[in-house]
């Protein structure tokens, strides 16, 4: 596992689009069982914003936001099927999507994200083939969420989450250890 230092954690807490970013992720998070998601456009828009989910076809966000409201109280949930089912519905692989769309439904389950796994030096290798597309797909979120364990094993996490707490502390009870995590290593540099 690769060392990142707390000077990096405590740099990423200090870059003012994880306030804006926390803002949005609770609003989110306080929404999607309120609200019927393949319906509220609003609910999707600023889902796709927080997300960055953009230029996707019309039939991708239809199947995406279909499945997400008829899922979003499963949290036996898993990547596998999400990414399989958008597939088979959408017509593309979309592993960063489908662990996004899971990690709103179970706030436990972290975010797959090329730029997450660089820093963690986990490696992703893409096909052009589906198939092989998915399966690499699933042996990457499975190597995510191996590191999300030993992490918090190691205790590293625990320091992580508690300089969060102190820079956050609206939001301490507000959202998942995962989460902070994710939106820690989202702006690590």
């Known amino acids: 596992m690769p060392k990142i230092a707390i000077s990096q954690v405590k740099g990423a807490l200090s870059i003012t689009i994880i306030a804006r970013g926390l803002e949005q992720y609770i609003s989110l998070r306080d929404r999607i069982q309120k609200v ?15 997300f960055r989910i953009r ?5 991708f966000y239809t ?10 109280k499963d949290k036996a ?12 519905k959408a017509g593309s692989v979309e592993a960063s999507f489908a662990s996004k769309l899971l990690s709103m439904i179970n706030p436990d389950k972290p975010v797959l994200d090329s730029r997450v796994l660089e820093i963690i030096d986990i490696k992703w290798s893409w096909y052009s083939e589906p198939k092989k597309r998915i399966e690499r797909s699933i042996v990457a979120y499975e190597a995510i969420c191996e590191w999300y364990k030993d992490h918090f094993k190691s205790g590293e996490a625990a320091k992580w989450i508690e300089l969060f707490d102190k820079h956050y502390p609206d939001a301490k009870d507000r959202i998942t250890g995962v989460k902070k995590i994710d939106l820690i290593l989202w702006q690590i540099r």
């Open 63 to 72: 199947e995406y936001y279909k499945f997400m409201e008829k899922h979003k």
């Open 36 to 50: 019927v998601v393949s319906e509220d456009m609003q609910f999707q828009k600023d889902y796709n914003h927080f």
């Open 55 to 59: 230029q996707k076809n019309e039939k």
């Open 77 to 88: 949930l898993t990547f596998e099927v999400v990414l399989d089912h958008l597939y088979k």
